[in-house]
């Protein structure tokens, strides 16, 4: 089993989790490997097959954070090519082997739009417009030549991943906790939260079904508004979550993300649910509970 992008919130995770029920995990790394369980890739250039030779699974999840930093001109470019080139990479290694190899490689809900208002977005939904869309179609795109040749691959559109430790929460959060978790913006949107339990569980779970392919949405299946989830936290956190947070503050602290964190998007993971996958966490209020139990570990 190889992972990429090991060292991040989900793949830290991720790699524990694998660890634990007994796989043997080697981290494909962008330096000098340091152990028998790392291997050096290079993003963008033509991976030594060797690498891979003891794999039977890959998970991708490289690629630059996109709530990590402001979005300036050379920070979208980071976002597009971290992706990009390093899935190019594998797509072109799993061509080159002589065996089956199961494919999990990492995507967004970003390719439906920042903002869908009302509509349901399942995996059969239309692409949107806008920059993350155009990433993710792009990202989604380098895989096909592997999808063609009959690679079981499988894309996993992560929604906003519930963690006090990075990704959004780990700025909203701090908001939260002095009594500023009210609505951001209008409160209305939907927001494709999931928690980072259940992101992992997900991805094992897909890891474990190689008969699952094309687009899979990972987000809550019972979608929540922004305004009661924000509510919910407060809840939990026994703070009051009436006063919101402008959109101008917000934007002047993400940056463009907060144009994506404001924006309205109704996902529903029905290629998991009609799978078998069972969230621990699938409401607003259960994922709530998850997050605040979870930052006073």
């Keep these: 089993m190889a992972i ?9 995770v991720l790699s524990q989790r694998l660890a634990a029920r007994g796989d043997r995990v080697v981290h494909l790394v962008r330096r000098q490997a340091r152990s028998s369980a790392e291997r050096e890739w290079i993003p963008g250039a033509p991976l030594d097959p060797t690498v891979l030779d003891d794999v039977d699974a890959v998970v991708h999840l490289a690629g630059a954070g996109v709530g990590d930093k402001r979005w300036t ?7 597009r090519r971290s992706r990009i080139d390093g899935t190019r990479t594998l797509a072109q290694a799993v061509l080159t082997l002589d065996r089956p190899v199961r494919v999990v490689s990492g995507s967004a809900v970003g390719i439906y739009g920042s903002d869908r208002g009302e509509e349901l977005l399942t995996e059969t939904s239309t692409a949107g417009k806008g920059f993350l869309a155009d990433v993710v179609r792009a990202w989604e795109a380098e895989m096909r030549p592997a999808r ?30 002095l009594g500023l978790g009210g609505p951001l913006g209008d409160g209305q ?54 006063l919101p947070a402008p959109a101008f503050a917000l934007r002047a602290m993400l940056g463009q993300f907060a144009d ?38």
């Excluded at 992008?5 to 793949?11: F, P, R």
């Excluded at 001109?73 to 976002?79: E, L, M, P, Q």
């Excluded at 519930?162 to 909203?172: I, N, Q």
């Excluded at 993971?269 to 930052?295: I, M, N, Y």
């Design 4 to 12: 990429t992008g090991a060292s991040g919130l989900i793949g830290s």
């Design 73 to 79: 001109a050379k920070y979208r470019r980071t976002i």
């Design 148 to 177: 063609e040749a009959g690679v079981p691959v499988a894309f996993a559109r992560t929604g906003i991943v519930l963690s006090p430790d990075g990704g959004a929460m780990e700025r909203v959060l701090p908001l939260a906790r």
């Design 189 to 242: 949107q939907w927001w494709p939260l999931v928690t980072l339990d259940d992101e992992v569980s997900a991805l094992l779970w897909l890891v474990d079904h190689p008969q699952i392919t094309g687009p899979v949405n990972i987000a809550l299946p019972d979608p929540v508004r922004q305004g009661e989830f924000m509510a919910l936290l407060g809840e939990e956190l026994h703070r009051p979550a009436v």
């Design 260 to 297: 994506d964190i404001l924006g309205s998007q109704r996902v529903r993971p029905d290629v998991l649910l009609d799978s078998g996958f069972t969230f621990a966490s699938p409401t607003g209020e259960t994922a709530a509970q998850w997050l605040v139990t979870r930052d006073k570990e």
